[in-house]
Each structure stands twice: as C-alpha cells, then as structure tokens.
C-alpha cells in the first residue's frame, strides 16, 4: 500500500515540541524508507485529527502513537502491530513504565486537600474517559476512599491534560491526574498554569503510551521500523533530551494488561466509573 501515513499525537505540548517530535519521526520514516524499501514511504500528518480512534484503526497507519487505555481496553491491541514504547526522562517514570502525579490547585490545598483521603467531595478535572493516566490511573487511585461509588463532587472531561490544568488555574476544578511526561515537559517550558499547583500522589505504575502500526505492515517492516526509531532517538542527542527520551523499548501486547488490573481492581472496590 503506497503511500502510508504516520502522526505522533500524544505528546505535542508546545510547538517547540511537536517540531522536534516531527522531525524525530521524519528522521525514522526516512530510514525506514531506505532499508525497507521504496513503497513504505509515508505522508506526515500536519495535524493529527481531534477524533484519534478512526486514524489508529486505519490500514494505511504506518506509524501513531496511542493511550494504553484503548490499547487494551478498546481491543486497539487485536488489529495493531505494537511497535515500540518510549522511554521517558521525568520524575514518575521507569524503564518502559509511566504514572500520573495527581495534583490539586493552591486553593484546594489551604483548604486542606493534603492527601487523597481529604479529597472526597472536590471537582475533578480529567482529560477523556478513554485515558488511563486521567481517567483509569486516578479511578485506581481513588476507589479505595469512595463511598457509594462515589468520591468526587463532580467530573469535568477537559479534553486534554493542558485544559485540566487550566481548569484548575482558572478554579472550574480542584483536582487532576496528569501523565508525569507531560508534567515535565510543560515544566521544561515554564508553563505558568502550573503556578501554585500542588502534587499530592503519584499513581501505579503503567507501560508507557505504545507507538502502533497496522497490520497491514508486515512483519519484517514491523521490525526495521523499531530499528528505525532506534536509529533517530540516537541520531540527535540534544533532540532527545528536549523530549526527555531515553530510547524505546520492546514491550510485549501482555504487559499492557496492567492497565486492565488497575480497572479491575477499582470496580471490585464498587468503583467502575470516575465519579
């Protein structure tokens, strides 16, 4: 299938950011290009579509990068190749795996939400139902103190981890999980919406947000893609450490049943939904 398409969504915090993670993925594409041969060319998307799912189920994806949480729990994982998961530079992160720091404004914290247990009955900012470090990791984290199936006062779907912060800057929430990368990144940029804000726990752990092809690429692509990736994170040490990668890793689809267990596990506390 000629051409192909590629797009890296999940970690474009700023333009800065989502230059150099464009430029990483161009330096891949062109290697790939060359060992693979010419028919695996690919178009880079110039803007990634709002609605995500339809582009990672496309059979023309050459590459993308998605949540763990549809991954596994929205079957990505039965119609993708797993390719490959990055490994962060950031407070939170080991190896392949990542939390989500779970942080409350400056105003909830002087009026005393100083650990989980204290924030029964705050408003929650969360980025989307379908993401495991807003939505799944927080679930996890919270279902042992909910009463009744519930625990916050409200939940607000944002739409991103950047809005959540906002939501709790302007004072629309209290409360928030947000992936320790990004976190960081926006920390690196001197994002002021993260003024005041206070880290009150950091959740369990989780593999790292998978970079995913379809199936429609064979094997020994699927292969020389992963060594593609390899070659660019190594190709600009400086680029690297702006994105605060330290390489990739090669993961198995199983190690992603983790962030099934955490769902699990909140549901047999009578905890199913964030609420």
């Not at 100083?114 to 984290?141: F, Y």
């Not at 660019?232 to 993961?251: Q, V, W």
């Amino acid at each position: 299938m000629n051409p192909w398409i590629a797009a890296l969504p999940m970690y474009n915090v700023t333009p800065r950011h989502a230059a150099l993670w464009r430029a990483l993925l161009h330096n891949a594409l062109t290697t790939f290009a060359h060992t693979a041969g010419s028919k695996t060319n690919a178009t880079i998307l110039d803007t990634p579509p709002a609605d995500l799912m339809p582009l990672w189920r496309r059979s023309d994806l050459l590459l993308s990068q998605t949540c763990g949480f549809p991954y596994r729990m929205l079957r990505l994982a039965d119609t993708v190749h797993l390719i490959s998961t990055p490994m962060f530079d950031a407070e939170g992160c080991e190896g392949a795996h990542y939390r989500s720091a779970i942080v409350v404004s400056a105003a909830a914290w002087a009026r005393g939400a100083t650990h989980l247990a204290a924030c029964r009955g705050l408003r929650a900012a969360a980025n989307s139902e379908d993401s495991h470090s807003g939505m799944n990791a927080l679930r996890h984290a919270v279902a042992p103190h909910a009463q009744n199936g519930r625990f916050f006062a409200s939940v607000s779907w944002t739409g991103s981890h950047f809005e959540s912060l906002r939501a709790l800057a302007t004072g629309a929430a209290d409360l928030a999980a947000i992936d320790c990368v990004t976190l960081a990144l926006l920390r690196d940029a001197g994002c002021g919406l993260l003024a005041g804000v206070k880290t009150l726990a950091m959740t369990a752990p989780a593999p790292g947000l998978p970079l995913i092809a379809s199936r429609t690429l064979g094997e020994r692509e699927a292969a020389l893609l992963r060594d593609a990736l390899d070659a660019a994170a190594a190709a600009d040490i400086e680029r690297s450490r702006t994105l605060r990668l330290r390489g990739f890793a090669r993961l198995m689809p199983d190690d992603y049943e983790a962030i099934a267990t955490m769902a699990n596990a909140a549901a047999s506390l009578g905890y199913p939904t964030l609420k």
